[in-house]
């Protein structure tokens, strides 16, 4: 893992892959990290430069100095980049809050993206996991995030997942270290209040942020898992619809970050995106 310093503050990241490649960027959800992404560095690695990193606030990047909003991480990823010298266009994929991140660096600038991936993105319906639209109630999110021990880490990891199998240890250990981080329950609490409440996901940004992406129509492919427990999988319908020049897949038997858990099937998905 590598660091660097963008706008004064400190961003984990890690790179690799052929320094005169296209670049692939990889965004994580919410309460996540660059780990999220790690599996599809080996299958998509060889050809192309691989960037994931830790939004601010989450995996072991500090926070900004604002409040956290959607514009916010989108503007900071595109700082990162800018630092570290990525000037050319770019693969942008995104998973859950990530995909959201993800469209709307393509609205804020879509001539540096050259196509977008959506792996159970948020932003296409209000529908999402009561464990998040109970963040909502005052004093009870702040409460609830506390309480990230062992045992909590893994009972979220098996929500994410339909094979308990990815489970482990290692995610586990990592999901408490995430939790611990100084910037993790504030930053965690307003990006959620940001984007919804107890009712869900908000129609406010939604309804402004999809219009502006499509307007600048990119070769996009959205898959989604169809034992996704956080955002259900109805929500791909409403993408297709959004998105009529989009690529579009269901994986079966799976949750909510197929990336990780169909990584083989995930990278011959998108490999013919990024190659055409």
Known sequence: MSWTEVDGRRVRYELSGPADAETIVMLHGIG??????????????????????????????PRLPAP?????????????????????????????????VAMRMTADSPDRVT?????????FGPE???????????FLGRSLLRRLDPRTARRVERSIFHDRANVTAERVAMAVKIGRQPDFIPVYLEIARALGGFRGIAPAWRDDLLPRVTSHPKPTLIVWGDRDQILPSTHLATAKTIFPYAETHLFPDTGHMPQLERPDEFAALVRPLLTR
């Open 32 to 61: 996540r990290s660059l780990e999220d992404w790690e599996p599809q560095r080996p299958r998509l690695g060889t050809d192309h430069r691989m960037l994931t990193l830790d939004l601010p606030g989450f995996g072991l990047s």
């Open 115 to 123: 196509t977008l991936t959506l792996a159970n993105s948020a932003g």
């Open 68 to 100: 956290t909003t959607l514009d916010g991480l989108a503007a900071a990823v595109w700082a990162t980049l800018d630092t570290l010298g990525f000037t050319a266009p770019i693969h942008l994929m995104g998973n859950s809050l990530g995909g959201a």
């Open 128 to 138: 999402v996991t009561f464990a998040l639209r109970v963040l909502a109630v005052p």
